[in-house]
Every structure is written in structure tokens, then in C-alpha cells.
């Protein structure tokens, strides 16, 4: 049985200076656009305590 992808596309409008500075941002760390702008995302909602809670045995709960 294949294993079901999690992850979900959308589009989304940003400015060009602000796009600029994320592509930027970007190759200054080795990461594709797109995972800065994952990375990004990611940080804020844990910062903001809006990650939801890993199960136990949860196979993604490696320490990044």
C-alpha cells in the first residue's frame, strides 16, 4: 500500500521586494524557495505554540 502524502499545495501572492528577500534568504542557506518558505512557517507556528502535539511512536518525531 502506498504510503498517503501529507503535504498540501496552495498558491499563494507575495510581493516582489518580498519574494526577493525570501530567495535571498533562501540561497543564503542552501534550501529551495519553497522549503524556506516551509522553514519559515514552521518556526513561527512553533515559536507560537500552534504546532500541534506528536503522537507517541510518531515515526516524523526525529529532534531537528
Known sequence: MAKESKTKSFVLRVD???MDA???WAADEFRSTNGQ???IIT???R?????PK????DASN???
Open 16 to 18: 516582489s521586494d518580498t
Open 22 to 24: 525570501i530567495e535571498a
Open 37 to 39: 518558505l516551509q522553514w
Open 43 to 45: 518556526e513561527a507556528l
Open 47 to 51: 515559536k507560537a505554540h500552534r504546532l
Open 54 to 57: 506528536k503522537k507517541k511512536g
Open 62 to 64: 526525529g529532534t531537528d
